[in-house]
Structure formats: C-alpha cells, structure tokens
C-alpha cells in the first residue's frame, strides 16, 4: 500500500511541475535568416533567407515615425544598414535584439549638430506594460507583439544584417 502512494505522490507532483507556465524561448529549425528588411511607410518587417521571404510581420514605430534618427529623444527609428548585435532575455518589452544604431555616420551626423546620436535601438515586444498600446508608441525602436518576438528571438542571430527603409 505504501508503494502504491509513493507512485501516486510522485505522479501528482510530476503532473503539477509539467504545469508551469511556457517558455518565452523557442527553437527554430528552419532556413537561417540572412537578412531583415524593414518598411517603415508600411510598418512591416520581413526575415528573408537570400531572396526567399520567411515570415513578415506588422510593426509598430517610435512615436515620431517619419525621418531618419538625428538625436537621442527624438522618438525616431533609424534608417539604414545596420547589424542585429545583441540580445536581451531579461527585457523589459519580453524579449529583445539590439540593432547597431548609432553607427559612425549616424554619430558624425549628430557631432556636427552638436546633439547626442542616443541609442538602445531594439526590436522587441511589447512587455507587461504595453500589451495594448496601438499606433506608434516606442522611443525609436521596432515592436511587435510578444509571441511575435518569441519567433523573431528564435530566428534572427546575432551579426544579421538589418535595413530599415523610410
């Protein structure tokens, strides 16, 4: 008899543990993201294995949307080639992938206007705080939904480039 509860104790607690809330990290098996492309008029954003488009998804802007970044505070995303250079587990907006702004002529642009370029340009989610925020909302960065970005965290490595277009 005692055996018999044993088992059944340890059913009950490994049915339990299996219960926990699901992973924000997922695998991808798929073809390797080569590139990403963003449509800042269009507010999409495209993963694309050479000339083959993988996945597109709706994006949302910093709250000024149009023109390329000049200064820190602007609440512009950036226009131009960039690279994909950093990931954040532990974001604030769920999950994160920094994106090399400011590059070396974004920082000369800002110099000679005497501004700060700013950076922590990201892709992320929208977090706890912004699941239903509508329109353009973030300081500069691009967002998408939080398991949007799941499968974006999963796909896009770190040295991918990025092209934001106006």
């Not at 490994?14 to 800042?40: D, L, N, W």
């Not at 910093?62 to 000049?70: D, E, I, L, T, Y």
Request: proline share 6%; charged share 25%; with cysteine.
């Amino acid at each position: 008899m005692h055996v018999f509860r044993l088992i059944a104790a340890l059913v009950v607690v490994a049915v339990v543990a299996s219960c926990g809330a699901p992973s924000k990290f997922r695998t991808y098996k798929g073809p390797e993201v080569t590139h990403v492309i963003v449509h800042k008029s269009a507010r999409q954003m495209e993963l694309w294995h050479y000339n083959r488009l993988l996945r597109s998804y709706r994006v949302q802007l910093g709250g000024a949307p149009f023109g390329h970044k000049q200064r820190e505070w602007d609440r512009r995303t950036p226009e131009g080639d960039y690279i994909i250079d950093r990931r954040n587990p532990n974001s604030r907006f769920h999950l994160s992938l920094g994106i090399s702004y400011p590059n070396e002529e974004d920082v000369a642009r800002a110099e000679a206007n005497g501004w700060r370029p700013g950076g922590d340009i990201f892709i992320h989610g929208q977090g706890p705080r912004f699941q239903n925020a509508r329109g353009d909302w973030t300081d500069g960065c691009i967002a998408v939904t939080d398991r949007q970005m799941e499968d974006i965290y999963a796909m896009v490595r770190d040295g991918t480039p990025i092209r934001i277009n106006p």
